[in-house]
Nanobody, 113 residues
């Protein structure tokens, strides 16, 4: 079982950047695929990005070219670098290991126009 704690959310203007972090406990982090999801009020949950234990990445079309998922195995930490943020990126962001059922508590990202 992996325990996940997200941080790095906040309020940012459109066009700005944020980097989300997800600290993972447990030695299995290094062999698990990981993912970032987001959910906004009244909207469906979206798989934003995923990364395999070998470093292969995948992105939702809505964030391709703007977001980058990465992981630091030495620090047991997952990251989501978010650039060129848009108001429609406003949501609660969750890291997961890698399914929705294995998520952290989330961190709020709010992008003002």
């Amino acid at each position: 079982q992996v325990q996940l704690v997200e941080s790095g959310g906040g309020l940012v203007q459109a066009g700005g950047s944020l980097r989300l972090s997800c600290a993972a406990s447990g030695s299995v982090f290094n062999i698990k695929d990981m993912a970032w999801y987001r959910q906004a009020p009244g909207k469906e949950r979206e798989l934003v990005a995923s990364i395999t234990s070998g470093g292969f990445t995948n992105y939702a079309d809505s964030v391709k070219g703007r977001f980058t998922i990465s992981r630091d195995k030495a620090k047991n930490t997952l990251y989501l670098q978010m650039n060129s943020l848009k108001p429609e990126d406003t949501a609660m962001y969750y890291c997961a290991a890698p399914s929705w059922a294995q998520r952290g508590q989330g961190t709020q990202v709010t992008v003002s126009s």
